[in-house]
């Protein structure tokens, strides 16, 4: 099912230089608009978003309001609650809502940003924004939250009986990333040496080829090896994206007896295992 991380790097995005600025009036929706690309979503794939005043995204039909709780029956649903608050982004002082078609880090996105939108009946204002990334990743980025709020953070199905909610409230330079646990899978392990077999003394180098299958970006994936269920280290691949694979190593002094051993790597729920002779 669907993850939230909030570990992962603040980054802004500046959605107004260059985007299309939207026309909204109070508790107010628009579209549908296209994204450039199609986006699965509770396993289901859409190409195309509407946008609430009230800081919300769906993708089935606009609606003005946003939930109280989520999941929820109620609607709307099948979206995305970026900041669900009573908000007016009506222009002006007010602030807009802004889109735009990005390119980051090699991957399609498409980004909505709220830019110093007002409360309704409040002086305070807030500027922050989703991206939507063509893996299916979610991220949302709080830039200027005033007042301390505690809006609706999180997302649900379209049939409002499945969510995933972020349970705190959003601080100023915050990111969250909503996505699919992520899948990690070790293809291959290999090891290297001065002189290209393995011996009892010699210092070599392990690797594990670790692959995220799909979900939402891995940071900091650490993966374990082990000679003969014993660890020998633990090597670390800084970012896995959805789809990606990395390669982990350590370097280790192999001191057992002349025979036949077994090399395992082992990265979240997954392990491979070669079988290796020392001699």
Do not use: C
Request: glycine share 14%; charged share 15%.
């Amino acid at each position: 099912g669907y993850q939230w991380n909030d570990g992962v790097p603040y980054n802004w995005v500046d959605g107004v230089s260059g985007g299309t600025r939207l026309t909204l009036g109070d508790d107010d929706s628009a579209g549908p608009f296209n994204i450039g690309f199609n986006f699965k979503f509770y396993g289901m794939t859409y190409s195309q978003i509407y946008v609430g005043s009230n800081g919300i995204i769906t993708f089935d039909y606009g609606h003005p309001w946003f939930d109280q709780y989520l999941p929820s029956s109620w609607a709307p649903n099948n979206d995305l609650h970026v900041f669900g608050y009573d908000l007016m982004p009506t222009g002006g002082s007010n602030g807009d809502v802004y889109l735009k078609s990005v390119t980051l880090g090699g991957r399609h996105a498409y980004v909505v940003t709220w830019n110093n939108v007002g409360e309704f009946g409040s002086p305070y204002h807030h500027t922050f924004q989703a991206i939507l990334y063509e893996d299916g990743v979610i991220r949302m980025q709080y830039k200027s939250i005033q007042g301390g709020r505690n809006p609706i953070i999180g997302i649900e199905d379209k049939y409002g009986s499945t969510g995933t909610v972020y349970p705190h409230a959003p601080t100023n330079g915050k990111a969250v990333e909503f996505g699919l646990g992520p899948d990690l899978v070790v293809d291959d392990i290999r090891y290297s040496s001065v002189s290209g077999d393995l011996w009892i003394g010699e210092e070599m180098t392990y690797y594990a080829d670790v692959r995220n299958v799909e979900g939402i970006p891995v940071y900091n994936v650490n993966v374990a090896f082990y000679i003969d269920g014993t660890q020998i280290g633990v090597g670390t691949i800084p970012l896995l994206n959805s789809g990606q694979t990395g390669t982990a190593s350590i370097t280790y002094r192999f001191m057992g007896s002349a025979g036949s051993h077994t090399i395992r790597a082992y990265a979240d729920h997954d392990d491979r295992i070669m079988e290796s002779r020392e001699g």
